[in-house]
């Protein structure tokens, strides 16, 4: 059974289960969003003393709490418990453009299961002038665009077009539009820094 867990598995799989999770949601009135959560993390810590925005009944968003607590736990639960023993699946293509801004894809597990790339997230490399760009400044602009936007990728791609809000469109259209300028124009030049 464990290894039938740990492969990988199609796609629809997901699929199926993001249209069960927001029926259910959508069946007892809740909305689905991950930064919501940071909002009600400020709310419990008495922000809403201070700013308006903080000030509302945080105790009926413990459900999303619960669900972002879950999402860590299954996902510490899978990366040391269910992990395939076989690195990502990356195409050869992309592996010869990785390598062409300076960032190694790993051949074997001894090199790395392939989901973060060492090159940007390890330890040693956190107080480069690299990394102090892509975790500072991207960081400020998940935030300040997760505000502007009102909501994060989860929220709108799942839940407001689960909805069918025109608002969730245009911001699902101009996430993808930010990511493609990000990864084609913005990010190697990061890389190679």
Request: glycine share 12%; net charge negative; hydrophobic share 50%.
């Amino acid at each position: 059974m464990l290894e039938i867990i740990s492969q990988p598995w199609h796609w629809a799989v997901s699929g199926v289960m993001i249209v069960v999770v927001m029926f259910l949601l959508l069946w007892f009135g809740g909305e689905f969003g991950v930064s919501a959560n940071l909002r009600t993390l400020c709310a419990i810590g008495g922000a809403g003393k201070r700013y308006k925005f903080f000030d509302f009944d945080w105790k009926s968003q413990t459900w999303n709490l619960v669900f972002i607590g879950g999402a860590v736990i299954g996902g510490f639960i899978a990366s040391h418990y269910l992990q395939s023993p076989e690195p990502v699946a990356i195409s050869e293509s992309t592996q010869a453009y990785l390598q062409s801004v300076g960032v190694a894809t790993p051949q074997t597990m001894t090199e790395g299961a392939g989901f973060v790339p060492s090159e940007v997230f390890d330890v040693a490399n956190l107080f480069t002038l690299k990394s102090f760009i892509i975790l500072i400044i991207g960081g400020f602009f998940v935030g300040f665009g997760t505000r502007y936007a009102g909501g994060c990728t989860s929220g709108h791609a799942i839940s407001g077009l689960a909805n069918l809000q025109l608002p969730s469109l245009i911001a699902v259209i101009g996430f993808f539009i930010g990511g493609l300028v990000m990864t084609h124009f913005i990010l190697p030049h990061i890389l190679t820094l």
